[in-house]
C-alpha cells in the first residue's frame, strides 16, 4: 500500500511563507507524477501544483507566481514552497500522484490569518 506522509503546515501572517514536504513510500515521489491537492472548508478537494515525471510543471492559476513545487527523487520527497501566503490559501494540504491514486495521506492544515 502506498503511503504518503505530508508536513511542514502551521499557522502564518498573510503574507508570509511556508515550505510543505512530502514523504512518499518507495519510489513513487520519483517515478510518477506528483501533485499538491488542497482541501478548504466546505469545498471540493483541488489540484494546484503538478511535476510530471519529466520534470515540466504546471500551477492552478490561483497559486500561479506564489507556489513552487519541487521533487527531490534521491530522497524520494516532494516540496511546495508557498510565499505571500494569503487567507484564501487556507486549507488541508495532500499530495498524491496525478491522476490521484486510492490511498491518500492524512494532510498538512495551512491557517492563513492575522
Known amino acids: 500500500q502506498v503511503q504518503l506522509v505530508e508536513s511542514g503546515g502551521g499557522w502564518v501572517h498573510p503574507g508570509g511563507s511556508l515550505r510543505l514536504s512530502c514523504a512518499g513510500s518507495g519510489s513513487i515521489i520519483s517515478v510518477y507524477s506528483m501533485g499538491w491537492y488542497r482541501q478548504a472548508p466546505g469545498k471540493q478537494r483541488e489540484l494546484i501544483a503538478v511535476?510530471?515525471?519529466?520534470?515540466?510543471?504546471n500551477y492552478a492559476d490561483s497559486v500561479k507566481g506564489r507556489f513552487s513545487i519541487a521533487r527531490d527523487n534521491a530522497k524520494n520527497t516532494m516540496y511546495l514552497q508557498m510565499n505571500t501566503l494569503k487567507a484564501e490559501d487556507t486549507a488541508n494540504y495532500y499530495c498524491n500522484t496525478v491522476p490521484a491514486q486510492p490511498y491518500w495521506g492524512q494532510g498538512t492544515q495551512v491557517t492563513v490569518s492575522s
Open positions: 511535476i510530471t515525471r519529466d520534470g515540466s510543471i
